[in-house]
């Protein structure tokens, strides 16, 4: 449909949904469109490599780094004591948390 210039308005809480179908996303928090742009260009926004720091307990913290090579180099850096560590891509749940604070699920 798209290729035949039709636009398709999508409204989900899917964002995976989202992510894989959509040219463009628009983000909406309390009414407001807060973010706008393709998958890609949100991600890249926010970094394409995020490493997730699980300390202790439920406490992670969440690094955002623009490629895999940065995100490799704080990985090395980090003491070995560090409980779990995961690298892996930004994805747009990974946008909407950081833009509005909080999962689509909450």
Same mark, same amino acid.
């Given at each position: 449909m798209n290729s035949d210039g039709t636009t398709v308005f999508l409204t989900?809480?899917? !964002?995976? =949904?989202?992510e894989a179908l959509c *040219?463009? %996303?628009? !983000?909406i928090h309390q009414g407001r469109m807060i973010s706008l742009g393709s998958p890609l260009e949100l991600r890249k926004h926010l970094g394409l490599a995020v490493v997730e720091r699980r300390r202790s307990g439920d406490d992670t913290e969440y690094r955002y780094f623009q490629d895999r090579g940065s995100a490799t180099e704080? %990985?090395?850096s980090l003491p070995s004591s560090t409980e779990r560590i995961v690298m892996r891509e930004s994805n747009l749940e *990974?946008?909407?948390? =950081?833009?509005t604070g909080r999962r689509v699920s909450e």
């Open positions: 989900t809480h899917y !964002i995976e =949904e989202a *040219d463009r %996303v628009g !983000i704080y %990985v090395q *990974d946008v909407f948390v =950081e833009l």
